[in-house]
């Protein structure tokens, strides 16, 4: 069984914090098969259109029919292990920091054998395990095993921990407190066990509703936050910034405004500048303590969490300025994940449909309950993910975006 | 020279028997703006950017871009701000006429009213009863209302509660009166705008933007320091920038303040 993760000390000021350092990141542009499917948190592995076997390592044809028709196809998840190896020593940079590792071949149930990741709580050679793919500290796909059923504690697995962003014990700074998702999002985290919980709020002068019930929630602390404000952002980071492990940008500006209308541009404008460069602001703030702070301990900084709406990914009209204004977020996320890589730092982007809340009030069902989506960050972020749909619309734009992105354009403006 | 009134005011200036006061707020990111429904267009806060500090985006010189709406901060309303004030000629910041720009002062204290009720309403009695103290109301003055609100800050400045603003302000019929029976050249206050909290409600609503602007005169608000003018004697210097078609502007607004002589 694995030692529950203690709750680690307060950092001795006299010693050096250690730095982060990531594990091997050389893979070939098939391989990042396996970076698509952990990112969703799928099990996928290349499938022959042929003669329908499954193989690995990526290949360019099929070792056994060498066919050229190689997909990345799910694939069963189970697998049984055929021998283990504890490393105690390595030359790896990375790994040594992390010594002793474990690792075995698997015999996987879709056939291939492949090298594995093991979770301390599999059993020795002839267990069966189940297989995840998942992300590394480089952010590139691995094998990870783990035992078939539950074990108390497993998520404190050291080397499962490495492939996550688990907020057990892990301060987190969720942005906007006046968001529906904040609530929700507080409770989750609490239930997780964050250590401390730093929800920023803009315009304290402003009454809202949820500050009762967020101050009510143990290790819940409103902190000021306008990310409108490049002032506000620093001097928030210059408080807290080396304290934030896991950052959560709910920030959201959502206000119809038709293309043509006079006052367009400024909803535009202000959508940009809270959702846009509020995100620059929060990551000029914040990501380069982030990211030095990757290898902090058994709780260093891990993650940076944007919350996104589906339509930036393809616009809806209904929603056009929303729609622009996420687009735009999302690449700046993805810039965001490449210079926080170093640090070993997950960007996690949440991608939603329209939300139950007031200002979809208009939008027909289904919509996503704002708890629904904290549920779904807060899983994301135990299973290390880097993309996640949530709710109907979400993961159906998804999977018809994969399929032909100009359908999904051409029927979002009927 | 008996006629060098300048001169005068230069040698009362360096004397002290004049006083600047200041009567403005520092321009912040932290001071409330006014707030309308959501769906509504909004007033941008008070922001500042940074273009450089002696730092690689200049080496030598520290400079910030800004933004905020005309509404910020201490603010002067111009005629054109109110739909009653749309077609008068000159109603627009950038043809303020400079003269309007310098003007006495009449200073009401209602602070101890404000203390006791949010919602306080100056009347009509309210200052007729100044008058019978002071005199009356001097044509093309500024009519000054102290709440001392100006102390509060926050969300106690603000003071939102769930059926919107509660600050003090003037009610319908003395506005319309101070226009009309004493030709103010303008009307301000201390609290987030020239009306009360409630005046959404009052008929007409937002009197004191109604009869004001439409009458072709002026705002002042997010005042501070009416605690240090005297009742009456103050001038005030009031020029908002030069805006083009500009509905207000933050401003630095001054009050030349005579010292009382006490031998």
Wanted: proline residues 8%.
């Amino acid at each position: 069984m694995t030692e529950p993760l203690a709750r680690p000390k307060r950092k001795n000021p006299l010693a050096r914090t250690t730095q982060p350092l990531l594990p091997p990141q050389a893979r070939s542009r098939k391989a990042h098969g396996f970076t698509l499917a952990a990112a969703t948190g799928r099990f996928m592995l290349q499938c022959c259109g042929e003669c329908g076997r499954y193989t690995y390592p990526a290949r360019e044809a099929c070792p056994n029919c060498l066919s050229s028709d190689l997909t990345f196809q799910d694939a069963p998840t189970g697998g049984a292990l055929l021998s283990e190896t504890r490393i105690e020593v390595t030359s790896d940079p990375y790994f040594r920091e992390h010594m002793p590792w474990r690792t075995g071949m698997v015999q996987l149930d879709c056939g291939p054998v492949a090298v594995v990741h093991l979770h301390g709580d599999c059993g020795g050679p002839g267990s069966r395990l189940k297989l995840s793919l998942q992300l590394d500290r480089a952010g590139q796909a691995v094998f990870f095993a783990k035992p078939v059923s539950e074990v108390p504690h497993m998520e404190d697995d050291p080397q499962w921990r490495e492939m996550t962003a688990d907020p057990k014990h892990r301060r987190i700074l969720i942005t906007d407190g006046r968001g529906p998702l904040a609530l929700p999002l507080a409770q989750a985290l609490k239930k997780a066990g964050a250590a401390r919980i730093f929800v920023g709020v803009a315009d304290r002068w402003k009454p809202f509703d949820q500050q009762a019930p967020l101050e009510a929630i143990e290790g819940v602390e409103l902190v000021d936050l306008d990310l409108t404000s490049e002032r506000s952002v620093q001097d928030l980071a210059m408080d807290i910034g080396a304290k934030v492990e896991i950052l959560i940008n709910t920030a959201d500006h959502v206000r119809p405004a038709h293309l043509f209308d006079a006052g367009a541009a400024n909803a535009a404008r202000e959508a940009m500048d809270h959702t846009v460069m509020g995100l620059m602001r929060l990551a000029q703030a914040f990501g380069p303590v982030m990211r030095s702070r990757g290898a902090d301990g058994a709780t260093g900084a891990v993650a940076w969490v944007n919350v996104l709406s589906v339509h930036g990914l393809s616009n809806a009209p209904q929603f056009g300025v929303h729609s622009a204004t996420h687009a735009a977020c999302l690449s700046l996320s993805q810039w965001l994940r490449t210079e926080l890589r170093p640090g070993g730092i997950r960007v996690l982007n949440a991608f939603a449909g329209p939300l139950d809340t007031e200002w979809f009030q208009m939008v027909p069902p289904p919509k996503v309950a704002p708890k629904a989506l904290a549920d779904a960050v807060l899983d994301g972020l135990k299973r290390g993910l880097e993309d996640i749909y949530v709710g109907d619309v979400a993961k159906d734009i998804e999977a018809r975006l994969f399929d032909n992105p100009k359908a999904v354009e051409r029927e979002a403006g009927q | 020279m008996s006629d060098d009134i300048l001169g005068k005011f230069a040698g009362a200036l360096a004397s002290g028997a004049v006083r600047v006061v200041d009567l403005t707020h520092t321009l912040s990111p932290d001071f409330p703006v006014i707030v309308m429904p959501p769906e509504l267009g909004q007033s941008a806060p008070f922001r500042m950017e940074r273009i450089s500090r002696y730092d690689g985006g200049g080496p030598a010189w520290y400079w910030n871009n800004l933004s905020f709406g005309e509404h910020t901060g201490t603010h002067f309303d111009a005629p054109i701000h109110w739909y009653t004030g749309r077609d008068l000629p000159l109603n627009s910041v950038d043809t303020l006429p400079p003269a309007d720009m310098i003007a006495p002062a009449c200073v009401i204290d209602c602070s101890q009213q404000a203390n006791e009720d949010a919602d306080f309403l100056l009347t009509v009695s309210d200052v007729v009863k100044w008058e019978e103290e002071h005199g009356r109301i001097l044509p093309r003055s500024w009519v000054l209302l102290r709440t001392d609100w100006s102390r509060k800050s926050g969300a106690a400045y603000a003071n939102l509660l769930a059926d919107g603003a509660h600050t003090p302000g003037p009610d319908a019929d003395v506005m319309r009166w101070l226009v009309a029976e004493r030709d103010i050249i303008g009307f301000g206050t201390e609290t987030i705008g020239t009306d009360a909290g409630q005046a959404g409600h009052f008929s007409p609503p937002y009197p004191a933007h109604h009869y004001l602007h439409g009458a072709g005169r002026y705002g002042l608000q997010c005042l501070t320091n009416l605690d240090h003018l005297p009742p009456k004697g103050a001038m005030i210097v009031a020029a908002p920038l030069k805006i083009q078609n500009g509905s207000g502007s933050p401003l630095r607004v001054l009050a030349l303040v005579q010292e009382r002589s006490t031998g």
